[in-house]
Nanobody, 124 residues
């Protein structure tokens, strides 16, 4: 049974930092690609960052480039998202995704498995 469990969300002021974690179990962690998505109220789920579990090769949404860093610890089967320079527009529920099906990495349809999400709130 596949399980993705996010943690690390919270409330911070603009300019602050948070680190999200996603503990994965029940999947082959070398499953090609994992990603972070986010969904703000009334908006569609959007890709934030992705990384290949074997070769790295991270990609980021333009809105977070230079502020967020995706990484993983294969020994711990854990995916991370280090977020800095947070802005109010980063407020959303952040989801970990795995089970890449192919296609555009920033499309929710590209991933089979999802965590329950963790809330990030940035106040001005």
């Amino acid at each position: 049974q596949v399980e993705l469990v996010e943690s690390g969300g919270g409330s911070v002021q603009s300019g602050g930092s948070l680190r999200l974690s996603c503990a994965a179990s029940g999947i082959n962690f070398s499953d090609r690609r994992m990603a972070w998505f986010r969904q703000a109220p009334g908006k569609e789920r959007e890709g934030v960052a992705t990384i290949h579990t074997a070769i790295g090769s991270p990609y980021y949404a333009d809105s977070v480039k230079g502020r967020f860093t995706i990484s993983l610890d294969n020994a711990k089967n854990t995916l991370y998202l280090q977020m800095g320079g947070l802005k109010p527009e980063d407020t959303a529920v952040y989801y970990c995704a795995a089970g890449f099906n192919g296609g555009r990495w920033d499309s929710p349809a590209a991933f089979r498995y999802w965590g329950q999400g963790t809330q990030v709130t940035v106040s001005s």
